[in-house]
């Protein structure tokens, strides 16, 4: 996969040299490309701000300067339904244009394994109060992919963390650069619907503290069943709403009666209470 980050602070995205993202570009998995957007100014000071039209406090990134690095970095788009490649492997042409924003939609697990389809990715990160609108408005018209999103709900002073996040969640996802593929399984099981059970390592004893008889046991069963209840309870005491979100339909007996003694309970339509058409839902009673 290709991406290019275009950015007034192409040092920040230094740290993906380091760690994974590093060794998957040493590796040739991923070509990353970081650009200093003030490469597309033509004037003596490589202006790239200006005063927002209506009044108000701050400055706006010109949408002049972003049209010429976006017309150099974003190849034809692709046609409505235009695949390159045989068979299932095969992407979409052109570019996804990424624009990390506060008010954008949020960047979940789910846009991460979408974008890491992609054969080409550019991000285009915003200072000040943002970037003229007129830019995504332009890009999306012409055909591009274009998604704004945010990676949560807390204020930065730019899009260059964002860049960050977004690029180390959505390298790992390709092929070859987690070592280990059966930890992305694991991980899409918790994704799936609960957060992660917590783990331990050496030595069994730290201090006062022991690591939970079972993991010791040896007994695969016992201990796959511990998990699941310990990520259970923490999915129900920290993300209410992803207990919420999970179709009973996928819980064993045990794990109902674990919900059910946290105070979430499975009930069915009453008027139709055995009929799998009709999808049960959870109510919740506090203790
Ligand atoms: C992303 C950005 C700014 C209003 C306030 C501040 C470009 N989750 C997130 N929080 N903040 C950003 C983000 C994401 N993704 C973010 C890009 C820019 C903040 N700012 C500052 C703009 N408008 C400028």
Known sequence: MRIDVVTIFPDYLAAL?????????????????????????????RTVDDTPFGGGA???????VWGRALDDLLPEPSGPDDTVGPGPAAVAAGAHLVVPTPSGEVFTQRRAEELATEDRMVLACGRYEGIDARVV????????????????????NGGEVAALVMVEAVARLLP??????????????GAAGLLEYPVYTKPPRWGDAEVPEVLLSGHHARIDRWRRDRALERTAARRPDMIAALDPETLDAHDLEVLAGLGWRATRDPRHPADSRYAARWEHVAE
Do not use: C
């Open 17 to 45: 040299d380091l760690s994974l993202v590093g060794k998957a570009r040493r590796a040739g998995l991923v070509d990353l490309r970081v650009h200093d957007l003030r490469d597309w100014t033509l004037d003596r000071h």
């Open 58 to 64: 701050g400055m706006v990134m010109r949408p002049d």
């Open 137 to 156: 408005e332009r890009y999306r018209a012409a055909g591009h992919r274009v998604s704004e999103l945010s990676i949560g709900d807390y204020v930065l």
């Open 176 to 189: 070859g650069v987690v070592g280990n593929p059966q930890s992305l399984v694991e991980e899409s099981h």
